[in-house]
């Protein structure tokens, strides 16, 4: 009797830890917050910059309605994204911030090329992932572009941070 006991006993222990409910899992933090380098400032610009794709181009343009330039776009984006004034050229703009080496580019921070024989001569948006947000004069439109695409590969000059 004592070994069916035992055995029943057993059981219950088994059948009770069966159905007790798993344990909760741990949620992770949000992966973008445990990358180094994450700045909620930066995310605030991507977001923003990409809500400005498809903007129409314009030389000298620094609002969404009359169209962008490049330097404008960043102008409009960083004041109204992050509550950042930055002005002027893209030369000018790149003077401002902090340099940063291309491997450690954060969503937010600017990056700089050589596009008609004179440095920083055109200014986008990193947004994360190798691509970057900016105001071509070529295809009329803000949009998406590589880094690594050969044209601006071989024109990238500089990156700069804004934010902490």
Not at 59 to 64: E, R
Not at 76 to 101: M, N
Request: hydrophobic share 40%.
């Amino acid at each position: 009797m004592k070994i069916r006991t035992l055995i029943v006993a057993s059981l219950a222990v088994v059948l009770a830890a069966c159905a007790s409910a798993p344990p909760t899992p741990q949620r992770s933090p949000d992966p973008l917050a445990e990358r180094a380098g994450f700045s909620a400032k930066g995310n605030e610009v991507t977001l923003f910059a990409l809500g400005l794709i498809d903007t129409g181009y314009r030389f000298g343009g620094k609002n969404p309605q009359a169209g962008l330039d490049c330097s404008g776009m960043v102008s409009y984006i960083y004041d109204h994204g992050a509550g950042l004034k930055i002005r002027g050229s893209a030369a000018d703009i790149a003077r401002q911030g902090r340099p940063v080496e291309r491997a450690s580019l954060r969503p937010g921070d600017l990056v700089f090329f050589n596009t008609s024989n004179a440095s920083f001569s055109h200014v986008g948006v990193y947004i994360g992932e190798n691509r970057f947000v900016h105001a071509p004069s070529g295809n009329g439109r803000v949009r998406i572009d590589q880094l690594d695409a050969r044209y601006y590969a071989q024109r990238f000059e500089a990156a700069r941070s804004y934010f902490d």
